[in-house]
């Protein structure tokens, strides 16, 4: 969550304790002519004498609340009226049609019973707290504050700013959600707050509680936004401009360790975010970064297109639906099993290589295609990675975009539309990639993290594998990655050093919540560990050998991966085992390209 310690609340919240607080005998006198303060202490002018309390008794133990209900609507001698009637908090909210029953004016004033009416619910207040889901009725008033309705660059408008009573100085980010639009039934909407609610780590936007009124449901998340990377591309915020030039260095170098820290952490859960892209990557205060939209509601209606999230999609996420009815979503989950598969989709893809048989088209025509959402995962995170090394370089935003899109475009009515995606240009890719090692090499001199952008490149090219299953995994992207920051770009102890392995999770990755809402471990107790003393997570694939990454005076990018192959991408095979350095010959030979295949990408 973001603190602001400077931001206070304009709003008055009338909780339980406030209420108490409030309504003292000195305050209730201060609105009473003294012939009604001396009547406070008489004996209560019902109850045929069987009662001995007295009008003050009355309102301190029964009728606090509709004491400040009539001070606010600046009749509070009419307490001793009320009183006569025995009405008291209890029958607090009193219904519309019964609200004349109190007889607050001589003669019956409508619009002063409306006021009533509207104004008790300020005084029945259910508070949010951590880890719980309200729902609340329409007339209900919801106890929070938006202390910013400007939407964040790159944001949709169902996102804001809120802060709770309570809190001071916590702004929460707050998501809107129709329900029988973006979710078919209040439940619905539960069912997905369900499956986030322990998802909770410092680069995430994590879940902190949520509630459904008046037809749309609403979920709180700590880390509220200041700026996303789809806006950092395009204009640069002064809370980073305004940082030394080389802490603007590390600080992206940290960004992209951080992000797949993040992603690990969400993996070695079985969970997959599903939507990466720069509106989606954060930054709160002091340039803080983190992931959101895990609910995965983007608030585009039925028929639109997210141009976006299919740029930074993987290829095999993009794909022709096989029936009408599929077409009809246009919400979807984000942090999701693994485990999930479409049902018989007909996928197209737009790359050709020698080997049909080993093409990705081959696994895409299958009849039960088994697609990893984790594999999509970290094709999503290459590309925000290269768009992070692009900034870092000053060669990134709309000249990127224009040269994928270079040698892409699609027809359609008044023209070709340039088609900037990643998926469909890589090699277009490819060759920005050998200009960012160009310029990052001219750099080195000036500061060792430009020493990094080279390994960095390496290892994005086999995340842009075309073919699911030879891209690398979070732990060996999370290993690899911490040693280019140690080695190359001088960074001895990198932000977010965290195991997952093997059912552990360290810091704050930890922290889950139990059913009473509150923050417990999740068994075991926080460390920090060196990143080489990581070993893999086993995932079942052959482990090759780490490439040295070393000497990037002679490093080309190499093509990206055309086909299938026959092992599985490098990754560190123990801890204890010493790393082994592969040739670096490897790395001289020319650069190749792809030929682009003619067909043009099925949308919907």
């Known amino acids: ?87 008291d908090d209890e029958d607090l909210p009193i219904a519309r049609d019964q609200v004349e029953r109190l007889a607050l004016t001589p003669t019956r004033d409508s619009r002063l019973e409306q006021e009533f009416y509207e104004k008790q619910f300020y005084y029945l207040l259910r508070p949010l707290r951590k880890g719980e889901h309200v729902i609340y009725q329409d007339s ?17 408008p169902f996102f804001d700013k809120v802060m709770l009573p309570g809190y001071p100085g916590t702004v929460f980010c707050r998501v809107k959600m129709p329900i029988g639009g973006g979710y078919s039934s209040p439940e619905d909407f539960l069912f997905d707050v369900n499956g986030i609610r322990n998802v909770q780590n410092d680069h995430l936007a994590s879940y902190w509680a949520s509630y459904v009124q008046q ?40 960004w992209i360790h951080c992000l797949i820290d993040t992603v690990c952490f969400l993996h070695n859960r079985g969970l997959s975010h599903g939507n990466i892209k720069p509106s989606t990557v954060l ?68 790359r050709s290589t020698p080997d049909s048989s080993q093409h990705p088209m081959a696994m895409m025509h299958a009849p039960t295609p088994h697609l990893s959402p984790q594999a999509a995962d970290i094709f999503s995170l290459g590309c925000i990675i290269l768009d992070l090394l692009s900034f870092l370089v000053k060669k990134h935003g709309r000249p990127f975009a224009t040269h994928r899109a270079a040698k892409h475009k699609t027809p359609s009515r008044g023209g070709a539309v340039p088609d900037s995606s990643f998926h469909r240009n890589l090699s277009q890719v490819e060759s920005w990639m050998t200009l960012l090692v160009k310029e990052a090499q001219k750099k080195e001199k000036d500061d060792d993290i430009f020493k990094g952008i080279a390994p960095m490149l390496h290892i994005v090219e086999h995340m842009l594998s075309s073919h699911p299953t030879d891209r690398p995994d979070a732990q060996d992207l999370q290993t690899r990655m911490y040693k280019i920051l140690t080695d190359h770009c001088g960074i001895l102890e990198p932000h977010c050093v965290h195991q997952y392995d093997n059912g552990w999770d360290f810091g704050m990755a930890s922290l889950k919540l139990d059913t009473t809402g509150n923050r417990r471990a999740s068994g075991s107790s926080g460390h920090h560990h060196p990143r080489n003393s990581i070993g893999s997570r086993g995932s079942g694939r052959s482990s090759g050998s780490v490439q040295d990454l070393r000497g990037q005076e002679t490093f080309l990018v190499p093509r990206l991966s055309r086909s299938r192959s026959s092992r599985g991408p490098p990754s560190v095979a123990s801890s204890r085992a010493p790393l082994f350095t592969a040739p670096r010959e490897g790395w001289k030979g020319p650069m190749t390209f792809w030929q682009t295949d003619s067909r043009m990408m099925a949308t919907r």
């Not at 995965?296 to 141009?307: A, C, E, P, Q, W």
Request: hydrophobic share 35%.
């Open 140 to 156: 209900e008033v919801v106890p929070l504050e938006v202390v910013e309705k400007k939407h964040v660059p790159g944001q949709t």
């Open 1 to 87: 969550m973001t603190t602001t310690p400077n931001r206070r609340h304009s709003t008055m919240w009338w909780d339980d304790d406030t209420i108490e607080r409030t309504v003292t005998r000195m305050f209730v006198c201060s609105h009473l002519i003294p012939e009604e303060i001396e009547r406070l202490d008489r004996t209560l002018g019902f109850g045929d004498g069987l009662t001995d309390g007295t009008y003050w008794e009355w309102i301190e133990q029964k009728a606090k609340r509709i004491f400040l209900i009539l001070v606010e609507l600046k009749v509070p001698d009419q307490i001793f009226g009320v009183i006569d009637d025995s009405w």
């Open 215 to 254: 037809g749309y449901g609403y979920a709180l998340f700590t880390n509220a936004a200041d700026y996303t990377l789809k806006g950092l591309l395009t204009t640069t915020p002064a809370c980073f401009k305004n940082m030394e030039k080389k802490a603007r260095r590390r600080q992206v170098m940290e």
């Open 283 to 350: 930054f709160a205060s002091e340039n803080h970064i983190f992931l959101s939209d895990l609910l995965g509601y983007t608030g585009l209606d039925r028929n639109s297109f997210d141009k976006e999230s299919y740029d930074y999609a993987a290829p095999e996420q993009w794909f022709k639906p096989s029936s009408p009815s599929s077409t009809s979503f246009h919400r979807r989950g984000t942090v999701t099993s693994t485990t999930a598969s479409p049902e018989s989709p007909n996928y197209i893809t737009s």
